[in-house]
């Protein structure tokens, strides 16, 4: 269908090998009320606001992805909840439903779950991603830097009330969680979630050492068959993202595996990230952007300027991306925050 000036719909967002992007996560800040070690700097300086997409641009840049053929949304910060009236971005976006538009979602670390949840459900959001590392407050505090863990036990428990279907997220950390990590998965399990486990990602610096923070996941995995029976989920792998997952015959739940340093995935990558100030990154593991916030602000026609600017984004997709972490005190693989990207 053409648009209100006549003009044939832009094709399909598809990469130089073949690749259809139809997945974007679009971050709509950098702060966080967190400060875990493996994601940022326990003193950062955040960017001013005039530097941040408005709500109103962050809508149109998730309208000209949709118009290319992007069917899921995920919005990430930081902490997207921190972002001030995101309940107006999700009630906007969430008319898209069923517009071309098949799921809308975010990834948060739950602390302002238990004012935001009913709104989420009600914008259209039927699932979410939490970021929790640990059970235990200690060691909770120690990782976030500031954290209650009793705060965020409470938005995940008014985002299951609200009727959200929860993923716990976990990063493995050698030294701090990973003799946990089998807790962590029984007692998601118990409470009806899925959770995924993370390989910690070089970038940034954080004031911690990546490499004394890094356990791979083969070793996690080795370690829970010695305890329960895993069969990997085959039926799910197709559309389980970078995850993949494994049912655990005791717990009779799941259990993912994203692992960017010890087995590549990117070969079925259908995602981009767009940050808060309007730059597309086409891989979390390369620095090449596309600027989408001047095809916004400093264009008569903004529609064919942010098309132009996608098209020449995915020209740059790369094949791969090219993490590692290889010796203590090496320097990240990329200079920005996870929190700056989007998680």
Not at 190 to 207: A, H, K, R
């Amino acid at each position: 269908m053409a648009d209100g000036l006549g003009r044939a719909p832009p094709p399909p967002l598809t990469d130089a090998f073949g690749r259809n992007v139809t997945y974007l996560r679009l971050s709509v800040t950098d702060r966080c009320d967190l400060r875990c070690t493996y994601c940022m700097a326990e003193q950062m300086t955040f960017l001013p606001k005039k530097d941040l997409l408005t709500l109103e641009e962050l809508e149109s840049v998730a309208d000209a992805f949709i118009r290319r053929g992007v069917t899921k949304i995920r919005i990430t910060g930081g902490e997207p909840l921190v972002r001030r009236d995101i309940g107006t971005l999700f009630d906007r976006l969430g008319s898209r439903l069923g517009h071309g538009l098949d799921e809308l979602t975010l990834t948060t670390n739950a602390t302002l779950l238990t004012t935001h949840a009913a709104r989420l459900y009600a914008a259209g959001v039927r699932r979410v991603n939490i970021s929790l590392d640990t059970l235990d407050a200690d060691t909770f505090k120690a990782i976030t830097r500031r954290g209650d863990l009793a705060q965020t036990l409470a938005g995940i428990a008014a985002a299951k009330a609200a009727g959200l279907k929860v993923k716990i997220n976990t990063v493995a950390l050698k030294h701090q969680n990973a003799e946990e990590i089998p807790g962590m998965i029984a007692w998601a399990h118990d409470q009806g979630f899925d959770i995924t486990l993370i390989e910690v990602m070089p970038l940034g610096l954080t004031g911690e050492d990546r490499y004394d923070q890094y356990i791979p996941l083969f070793e996690i995995r080795d370690r829970l068959e010695q305890k329960w029976t895993l069969t990997d989920d085959t039926a799910r792998a197709a559309d389980a993202g970078p995850s993949r997952y494994a049912r655990v015959a005791e717990t009779g739940g799941r259990v993912g595996f994203i692992t960017p340093l010890t087995n590549n995935f990117c070969a079925g990558c259908n995602r981009v990230r767009v940050t808060c100030t309007g730059r597309i990154y086409m891989c979390l593991g390369h620095d090449d952007h596309v600027d989408l916030r001047s095809a916004l602000r400093d264009t008569a026609d903004p529609a064919a300027a942010l098309n132009a600017a996608l098209d020449r984004a995915l020209r740059g997709k790369p094949e791969k991306h090219a993490f590692g972490i290889r010796a203590r005190a090496e320097t990240p693989a990329l200079p920005r925050h996870m929190s700056v990207t989007g998680g």
